[in-house]
């Protein structure tokens, strides 16, 4: 495994290795066009590879910032870990949560 770097792009940082992203206080990012111009110039920089798919990965971001603004689970939502492996039946939250 790689250690773990550090990537500043607009208002948030992004902490990544070769299997996961941590974005920090992704919740400042309101707009998906903010959120897709963060995703491609964070992955054209780093050249990191995923399973997923920048659509899921947005998905995942707006079901944090939906819950973070309902003021759920707020420790767990403030930032955004996009994880590789992530379970099926987060995935099909992210799907809902993420419309």
Do not use: P
């Not at 792009?9 to 941590?22: A, E, F, Q, S």
Request: aromatic share 12%.
């Amino acid at each position: 495994m790689n250690e773990a770097q550090i990537m500043k792009l607009g208002n948030v940082t992004i902490i990544y290795d070769n299997k996961d992203i941590k974005i920090i206080n992704s919740y400042k990012i309101k707009t998906e066009r903010e959120m897709i111009a963060i995703l491609k110039t964070f992955k054209n920089r780093t050249g990191f590879q995923s399973k997923r798919t920048l659509k899921s990965w947005i998905k995942e971001w707006k079901a944090h910032n939906r819950l973070y603004k309902l003021g759920l689970f707020k420790s767990h939502t403030i930032d955004c870990d996009l994880e590789e492996n992530e379970k099926w039946w987060r995935l099909l939250a992210y799907q809902i949560l993420g419309i």
